[in-house]
């Protein structure tokens, strides 16, 4: 008997000894703590803050600013990370797109001295609205002082109840707001109670108010914004590069059997997810140029040509090795940091976007119209001229309207369709209204300057073109 509560004892304590052995082990490991590290792409979203704020400074060189925190009007410094997603009129973009006193979300973290100073994106108005499916329902105008209330929401059919975020928020407008219909300029008077529109505000220095810079009375006018934004990023990715964090580089020589020397150097690298469908198109044997850039991201100078050993994507961001088998791409050597950052040229790139900018501005310029060339026109086409031209636009492409010019034209495959040459006699630019057509992406510079472009390779013989 005695045995047998002994063995009854034994195998409890066996089994609860067996229980918590598995009730330990179900638990699940500690997640990490995810925290901001240089020369890594980590976003600590367990840990952030996103204040509403307007923005008051910024300073391209550092990739810092300041933005004044809507609510308590607290002033505060941020550091922009080489990575931060700047969601500029509902797509990607950079520091220069963004305009002082503009209201958008800024996402903080925490440095080592336990201060909130790291950003990891700028969602401008434009962004938050479009992605989260909201709208501004107009519920009353007053046309007096120029301002209207709304019920910020979601009316989206699908859903079984509207979701109504926030109500009573007053809008305001002044001389320099701009109303889009259609796609099109539109006017105040447009604006009807009951409608639901988006807005692109600002703030006034204090408090929570707003003022309007665009409002858009339909999803056609807020879409036409983002079109002409992506057009603009990929042109600055096409000059610039895909940018990206170093993570290792390693350069060998050797000699063969028969006394030749040869250089061996590879980079890997994790690219930023701004590149989008750039970056996804990226293939193992693909040309490109690997050039060092500094603090702003802009490119040193430094750069050597190699070829893409190996390409794929790990979520958003982009993996790749770089082989390079000049003996000339060892000078980097020295230069290149794990963790710095660099950028990623496709050869073929920049050709692909002067074609793609031209072939939209021959479908988006009017009739006819007399203009200054520019030089990023210049740089987008390809195209120059000693004095004023005309572009008449055509079914599949433009002419252009040349008055002393008898250059041969060397514009890219897409754009080069049905173009030819016309010699009319136009008026002089001093007698001809210096206009330029709108919603096309790209700076005015004022230049007259005659470059020549070489019929052979289209070289800008007169020094390199701005881009777009």
């Known amino acids: ?19 918590s052995f598995s009730a330990l082990a179900a638990e699940p490991a500690a997640k990490p703590v995810l925290k901001i590290t240089p020369g890594k792409v980590i976003v600590p979203t367990d840990k952030m803050r996103r204040p509403w704020g307007e923005l008051v400074s910024m300073d391209l060189a550092t990739r810092t600013g300041t933005f004044r925190k809507e609510g308590s009007d607290e002033v505060i410094k941020f550091i922009v990370m080489p990575y931060a997603e700047l969601l500029h009129h ?17 996402r903080l973290h925490e440095n080592e001295a336990g201060e909130w100073i790291y950003l990891t994106y700028i969602q401008d108005e434009m962004n938050f609205l479009k992605n989260h499916g ?9 046309p007096k002082i120029g301002t209207f209330t709304v019920t910020q929401g979601n009316w989206d059919p699908k859903l079984k109840e509207p979701f109504i975020r926030t109500k009573g928020i007053v809008i305001g407008t002044d001389a320099d707001t701009h109303y889009w219909k259609n796609g099109e300029p539109a006017k105040f008077t447009d604006i009807k109670v009951g409608d639901r529109l988006r807005t692109k505000t600002h703030g006034i220095g204090k408090g929570s108010d707003r003022v309007c810079w665009e409002v858009f009375l339909d999803d056609e006018s807020l879409l036409k914004f983002q079109a002409e934004q992506k057009a603009v990023h990929t042109s600055r990715l096409a000059k610039l590069g895909l940018p990206g964090y170093i993570d290792d580089g390693k350069a060998k020589g050797s000699e063969d059997t028969a006394g030749r020397s040869a250089f061996d150097m590879k980079v890997d690298m994790t690219l930023f997810q701004e590149g989008g469908d750039v970056l996804r198109s990226l293939k193992k ?30 979520g958003n961001l982009g993996k790749v090795s770089i082989a390079f088998s000049d003996p000339a791409a060892g000078d980097l050597t020295l230069d290149i940091k794990v963790g710095g950052v660099a950028r990623i040229q496709l050869l073929k790139l920049a050709a692909a976007a ?38 008449r636009r055509e079914r599949f492409g433009m002419t252009l309207a040349f008055k002393q010019c008898r250059h041969k034209l060397r514009l890219p495959k897409t754009a080069r369709r049905r173009f030819r040459h016309e010699s009319p006699r136009l008026p002089a630019m001093a007698d001809a209204p210096n206009t330029v057509p709108t919603g096309i992406p790209f700076r005015r510079i004022e230049s007259t300057a005659f470059n020549h472009v070489s019929s052979a390779s289209g070289e800008n013989r007169c020094g390199k073109t701005d881009g777009i």
């Not at 008997?1 to 229980?19: D, P, Q």
């Not at 909201?134 to 007053?142: F, K, L, R």
């Open 1 to 19: 008997m005695k045995t047998f509560s002994r063995f009854v004892i034994l195998s409890f304590v066996v089994l609860l000894a067996l229980l």
């Open 90 to 106: 509902a797509t990607f973009g950079d520091l220069e797109d963004f305009r002082v006193g503009e209201r958008a979300i800024f």
């Open 134 to 142: 909201e709208q501004y329902q107009v519920d009353s105008i007053d």
């Open 285 to 314: 044997g693909q040309k490109v140029r690997f050039v060092l850039c500094g603090v702003d991201r802009l490119p040193t100078g430094k750069s050597a040509e190699g070829v893409v050993a190996d390409a794929k994507m790990l």
């Open 354 to 391: 002067r074609s793609i900018a031209a072939a939209n501005m021959a479908r988006s310029l009017p009739r006819r119209i007399p203009l200054n060339i520019d030089r990023s026109v210049g740089d987008a086409m390809q195209v120059v001229s000693r004095n004023d031209y005309a572009v």
